[in-house]
């Protein structure tokens, strides 16, 4: 039920909460408390984020879990924390396939013949552009202790991206960075306009930059 509604609403948060509540409960029958257990995302900025069908949601994740050591946890104000978070968090992913890096490890000529066997006259790049190639790719969200837990700059020093298909983000630097230099990451487009960034971040995430960049228009 809690897929099928998440499916037919196209949310997919109550999904991704279930997940981190499963997470806790794993800890806490290891012997961690409930406070250990959540620590693991309090490096994450949250906020309480409303939704017109969270009361059902909870009800259907109490019946997911079924766990009474969580009866302290599942409540409608923590549901709408991580909620929040997710909102103000997550990683788009993109993983390829097997059969992209199958493909991709082929000699040229190999790659040739592996095409021509799905079809004719086209080359192993434009092969990987169809609409065939990229069914077979998934699109995901993920929160990662280090790459979401960095400051926000609108002139940043290092990238995100995700490669591959083990569903592992990569921190890239975006320009040389000194030692001891804190590392800051763009939660918006940095090219947007100064008004436009400062809206966006104001209201998701409810500070105004004090980057280099921003200072200078004020």
Do not use: W
Request: charged letters at 20%; one cysteine or more.
């Amino acid at each position: 039920m809690l897929i099928k509604l998440a499916r037919d609403t196209g949310k997919t948060n109550p999904i991704f909460i279930s997940r981190m509540l499963a997470m806790v409960v794993q800890s806490m029958r290891t012997g961690k408390s409930l406070v250990d257990a959540m620590e693991v995302f309090t490096t994450f900025c949250s906020n309480i984020e409303e939704g017109p069908q969270d009361i059902i949601y909870l009800q259907l994740l109490k019946q997911v879990i079924n766990d009474p050591t969580m009866d302290a946890v599942l409540n409608i104000e923590n549901f709408r924390r991580l909620n929040g978070m997710i909102l103000r968090n997550t990683q788009r992913l993109n993983p390829v396939s097997n059969f992209h890096l199958y493909l991709n490890g082929l000699p040229e000529a190999e790659q040739y013949r592996v095409v021509s066997t799905h079809t004719k006259d086209i080359t192993p790049s434009d092969f990987i552009q169809t609409d065939y190639m990229q069914q077979l790719c998934i699109s995901g969200t993920g929160m990662f202790s280090l790459g979401n837990s960095m400051n926000h700059s609108c002139i940043p020093n290092v990238i995100s991206a995700s490669c591959g298909n083990d569903c592992r983000i990569t921190m890239v630097a975006s320009r040389s960075i000194k030692k001891g230099e804190e590392l800051f990451l763009s939660y918006i487009d940095e090219d947007a306009s100064f008004q436009e960034r400062n809206k966006i971040l104001k209201q998701m995430y409810y500070f105004d930059c004090s980057c280099l960049k921003c200072i200078s228009k004020q």
